[in-house]
């Protein structure tokens, strides 16, 4: 157990960085690495002992990333061969099993990195097409596995890879997109999700082509629209709209700086709801646009404010929180009496605590007294592993404009 396994770079920790190891967190910083014996290539797989020898399991060797390993087994015994990464996938498509058994959407996440126990892997499934993304060392190196794994635990057309995330270039990888399995995605994949039409563009749209991780919350917010007036605020492709819209919203307006996703917003709602004014398509910055609404005196019923993440670094995260404050102040202002305000943060930087503590300073600042109605997150097919809190990215509040 204490001996170093042949073959196999051994890497060993600080004595007092070895603790969230022992606690499950799948991420170990350079700081935390006292000494490397072997070379490891970009990728591989490293054991990890503590200070004191022992084994605490295996991980991915990322050489330039300030994320040096990214654990895939705390089990000391445990080989990190094609049978490992078979059995994880098969794990994480199994525990979709709920929601792709039901009629809520055909598209969703099926692979969801750390919290499904592989760092850097991204599954999204998009009616017959599934859409990969590998954004570490480590699950670069598997991906000939994983590729030939996909089409059997999930019988699908084809599979298009959208490796052209920022992360990449921390890990020394270049962009890679484009069609790695079976038939190539059409420009623009149908599908269904709480009865309504969506077209996702996965070959340039934002992450895999959809916000799958909003789903529920979507759904949770559109009754609170029926008859009223609805103002999506970084709308992207409408998805909080069109389901707003579907449920009797009487009229959604929507805000995003994108021409492009704005013009796909457009054709989603026509997809859905004949009435469909143009006008109702704002493309400009949503800070501004607001401060405007504001000026002009609009005011709605809700009030969407799903930003893109503004922040990964600790250091700017005061920098962040003036940003969500500011937009927040500005969307209160804008809400009627009763109004509801469904307000999100997708950085990992930004805790619940603080978010809500951002929130309320803006409801002071606008002097509204506000009401938590309800807490919201990404949806359950982005599961967080319990010892890994940064999973929970994406938090939200459902909150109700007393006055
Ligand atoms: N709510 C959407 C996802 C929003 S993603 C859904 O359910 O699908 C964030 C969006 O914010 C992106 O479309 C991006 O183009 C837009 N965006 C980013 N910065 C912006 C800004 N300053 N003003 C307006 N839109 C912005």
């Not at 895939?72 to 994480?92: T, Y």
């Not at 599908?191 to 969506?198: K, L, N, S």
């Not at 070959?203 to 559109?222: E, I, P, S, W």
Request: aromatic share 8%; proline share 5%.
């Amino acid at each position: 157990m204490f001996a170093i396994l042949p073959g196999m770079a051994a890497i060993f920790l600080n004595p007092d960085r070895d603790y969230s190891v022992m606690r499950r967190h799948p991420w170990i910083f350079s700081g935390a690495v006292e000494r490397v014996e072997g070379q490891p290539e970009p990728g591989e797989t490293v054991v990890i002992h503590a200070a004191d020898g022992r084994i605490l399991g295996r991980g991915a060797w990322s050489a330039t990333s300030q994320i040096r390993i990214r654990v895939w087994s705390f089990n000391p015994d445990q080989a990190i061969d094609e049978a490992f990464i078979q059995a994880r996938l098969a794990q994480a498509i199994a525990g979709r099993g709920a929601l792709l058994a039901g009629n809520v959407s055909n598209a969703c996440r099926l692979v969801n990195a750390e919290g499904d126990g592989l760092p850097g892997v991204i599954v999204d499934r998009y009616d017959s097409f599934l859409v990969c993304q590998f954004t570490t060392a480590g699950a670069e190196r598997w991906k000939p596995v994983i590729l030939e794994a996909l089409p059997q635990l999930w019988p699908c057309a084809g599979i298009f890879e959208r490796s052209d995330v920022e992360a990449r270039v921390h890990e020394g990888l270049a962009a890679s997109c484009g069609s790695v399995w079976g038939e190539a995605p059409p420009d623009r994949i149908e599908i269904r999700e709480h009865g309504c039409r969506f077209l996702v563009d996965v070959r340039q749209g934002h992450k895999t082509g959809f916000y799958l991780d909003q789903r529920d919350n979507r759904a949770c917010v559109a009754p609170y629209a029926t008859s009223g007036d609805m103002l999506n605020v970084f709308a992207y492709t409408g998805g909080f709209g069109v389901v707003a819209l579907a449920a009797g919203a009487a009229s959604v307006t929507h805000i995003d700086q994108s021409a492009d996703a704005l013009a796909l917003a457009r054709e989603n709602a026509r997809l859905n709801v004949c009435d469909v004014d143009d006008a109702d398509f704002v493309a400009g910055n949503a800070f501004e646009t607001l401060r405007r609404f504001r000026d002009s005196r609009r005011s709605f019923d809700v009030i969407v404010l799903d930003p893109p993440k503004f922040v990964d670094a600790r250091k700017h995260v005061m920098a962040a929180c003036r940003g969500y404050k500011d937009i927040n102040l500005l969307a209160i202002k804008l809400l009627r009496p009763g109004g509801i305000l469904a307000t999100f943060s997708c950085s990992g930087l930004v805790t619940p605590d603080i978010f809500r503590k951002v929130v309320a300073d803006a409801a002071v600042d606008a002097r509204r007294d506000l009401q938590i109605i309800q807490r919201l997150q990404q949806a359950p097919d982005h599961p967080e592993g319990l010892g890994f809190p940064e999973g929970l990215y994406l938090k939200g509040l459902l909150a109700r404009v007393l006055d």
